[in-house]
């Protein structure tokens, strides 16, 4: 009594194509128990009763598209993942934006480019808490704003949920963090309202134009590309300049770079830490 | 979410630490949770209050987990509960034969909690407006 046929080889193949040729996700030929094992659920929301129709559904909704690449990817995230990254933020990137809040900026405008369940928006949301208040400036945290965007809505609503429980707050957050920053509701950790009003997400497609986001002083775009095909990365890094400030930054993943690829940036770095800045 | 609204989630796991972490973890969505260490104590607690959400492992010894789900499948008044399959079964073909059976999502341990948590919301589909 299955609530979709199983997918024939045909089906396979063309979603197999459509992945590759949208969004750069390239499955092996016998990875056809993916599709369908992950799949199948989005299937029956849609009505569609063989993974053909399925396709057709992906082909005519734009809003489809970003669903599969949600179910067909892993959600994995920690606090201050990297800690080179963080260092390279706390002893370089900061202090150049706190010099351009000195000199009249209004704004620093961050966008973290796949935000999942929160983690990374929030952790730079404590490090500037931090930061600002060691260096005695405590209301300048309200000119920094965090925008965390992510391809699945499911994933959005937990970052904006902002509790967690004992495991994933663990990971990657120090005992010292934990305490100074979360409350404990019942068995889960409850961030601050005044961290959460840091930073604000939403749903959207990184296959879509950026302009309407605005521009950014500091974008994160860590471990999003690693599942996307060249071209596709090479699209991705040049919309990302196109709305990079001149003077802006780029942080990627710590095992991930721009070699080999055609992209408007070229890279620095600070102690092990690497960030990019337009060429 | 109000408490009238609490989604009431069973959890069917032999393993106590592994339902002690599954427990904290759907916590964090204000659930009611409740645990069963296995099909006989699962069908009992089902009878007794119907879950909105069941995650369920395959592996577990008397009735398994997949037998566990055609039963609750083939019961009118269960049919429609759905369940995430969390378990360390890794086969290809236990993984289709459990969606085409009809499990809503189909999770391999290790699993990371951002993905059970994501699955949950879109079963339960708490992230609509």
Redesign the interface.
């Known amino acids: 009594?299955?609530?979709v046929a199983?997918i024939t080889e045909h089906e396979f193949n063309k979603i197999r194509d459509l992945l590759v040729s949208v969004c750069g996700i390239d499955l092996k030929p016998d990875q056809d128990?993916l599709v369908?094992?992950?799949l199948?659920?989005l299937a029956v929301q849609l009505g569609a009763t063989t993974f053909g129709e399925l396709h057709r559904h992906i082909i005519a909704d734009p809003e489809v598209m970003p669903k599969v690449v949600?179910l067909m990817t892993?959600?994995?995230?920690l606090w201050f993942r990297d800690a080179s990254c963080w260092l390279t933020l706390k002893d370089k990137l900061l202090p150049h934006f706190f010099e351009q809040l000195k000199e009249g900026k209004p704004k620093i405008r961050v966008w973290s480019a796949a935000s999942?369940?929160g983690q990374e928006a929030y952790s730079l949301a404590i490090l500037i808490d931090e930061e600002c208040r060691r260096l005695g400036h405590p209301e300048w945290v309200e000119r920094f704003e965090i925008r965390g965007t992510d391809i699945?809505?499911?994933?959005?609503?937990?970052a904006r949920?902002a509790?967690?429980?004992?495991?994933?707050v663990s990971r990657g957050l120090s005992a010292e963090r934990c305490a100074a920053y979360f409350h404990k509701e019942?068995?889960?950790y409850q961030l601050h309202q005044r961290i959460i009003d840091r930073a604000r997400f939403e749903h959207f497609n990184l296959m879509e134009s950026f302009a309407p986001l605005g521009r950014f002083d500091l974008v994160f775009c860590r471990n999003v590309a690693i599942y996307f095909s060249k071209s596709f990365k090479e699209e991705l890094f040049e919309k990302i300049a196109g709305v990079l400030n001149s003077d802006g930054f780029l942080l990627l993943g710590a095992t991930e770079s721009l070699f080999g690829l055609k992209a408007p940036f070229t890279s620095q770095s600070h102690l092990n830490g690497v960030y990019y800045v337009h060429k | 979410m109000s408490a009238e609204a609490k989604k009431r989630v069973l959890i069917i796991d032999d393993s106590q630490s592994l339902r002690n972490?599954l427990?904290?973890?759907l916590?964090?969505?204000r659930f009611e949770v409740s645990e069963a260490e296995g099909a006989e104590a699962a069908l009992a607690s089902v009878q007794a209050h119907l879950p909105d959400l069941i995650i369920l492992d395959w592996h577990m010894p008397g009735m398994d987990g997949y037998e566990l789900f055609l039963k609750l499948?083939d019961n009118p008044q269960t049919a429609e509960i759905p369940v995430i399959m969390l378990t360390a079964e890794d086969r290809?073909d236990s993984?289709?034969k459990a969606?085409?059976?009809?499990v809503?999502?189909?999770l391999t341990k290790p699993f990371?909690?951002?993905?059970l948590?994501?699955?949950v919301?879109?079963?339960l589909k708490?992230?609509?407006p």
């Open positions: 009594m299955g609530r199983p128990y369908e094992t992950r199948s659920e949600d892993t959600n994995e995230t999942s369940t699945s809505t499911a994933a959005v609503f937990l949920q509790r967690y429980d004992s495991f994933t019942e068995n889960s | 972490i427990h904290e973890a916590e964090v969505l499948r290809k993984m289709l969606i085409r059976a009809g809503r999502y189909y990371t909690h951002e993905d948590l994501t699955r919301v879109q079963v708490l992230d609509l």
